[in-house]
T-cell receptor, first 114, second 111 residues
């Protein structure tokens, strides 16, 4: 079993739709949960991060972590064509900064159609 | 403020050759991590350098080696290239308490 599982999609939605992206994980030591966005032929860009369980909102984006279920989600409201990208979940046993490696999901390819 | 820069952008090599990829971290960052991203996959951790030493290593063979210089820049070396080494190689930089910021990557094709 992989440490992090993510449905690769692809996911295609109309503009304005609510998008739900999810990951499950098996390593109980993960404490920091991140979502990166990766446009075609670019490096991943940090979108949101959450520590332990709970919700975090930033504009049209909401990240949720349920450690009891080992399940994380990213919701995108009022999706725009510019949101079309691959979304990667990533997890770390600490800050995800200088001390520890990131473990990524496979990524979900999202297309928002005008 | 320049972000993480990687060079070259693209590289084509043949099996058995050796390759060196370069990374300059974001200003103020002292730690560099390298990841390999195969097509359709998420990035996989190769190793991390801090204070010019390898601090952590992922599940990659010894053919993959690295170096960090006093100015915090870093190199990734891959010897005896295999077809399966074809991938996007990503460098990420960070410092204590920060999150990792990625460069645009070097796309390596092994023929």
């Amino acid at each position: 079993q992989k440490e992090v599982e993510q449905d690769p999609g692809p996911l295609s939605v109309p503009e304005g739709a609510i998008v739900s992206l999810n990951c499950t994980y098996s390593n109980s030591a993960f404490q920091y949960f991140m979502w990166y966005r990766q446009y075609s032929r670019k490096g991943p860009e940090l979108l949101m991060y959450t520590y332990s369980s709970g919700n975090k909102e930033d504009g049209r984006f909401t990240a949720q972590v349920d450690k009891s279920s080992k399940y994380i989600s990213l919701f995108i409201r009022d999706s725009q064509p510019s949101d079309s990208a691959t979304y990667l979940c990533a997890m770390s046993q600490n800050s995800g900064g200088s001390n520890y490696k990131l473990t990524f999901g496979k990524g979900t390819l999202l297309t928002v159609n005008p | 403020d320049a972000g993480v820069t990687q060079s070259p952008t693209h590289l084509i090599k043949t099996r058995g050759q050796q390759v060196t990829l370069r990374c300059s971290p974001k200003s103020g960052h002292d730690t560099v991590s390298w990841y390999q991203q195969a097509l359709g996959q998420g990035p996989q951790f190769i190793f991390q350098y801090y204070e010019e030493e390898e601090r952590q290593r992922g599940n990659f063979p010894d053919r993959f080696s690295g170096h960090q210089f006093p100015n915090y820049s870093s190199e990734l070396n891959v010897n005896a290239l295999l077809l399966g080494d074809s991938a996007l190689y990503l460098c990420a930089s960070s410092n204590t308490g920060s999150f990792q910021y990625f460069g645009a990557g070097t796309r390596l094709s092994v023929l």
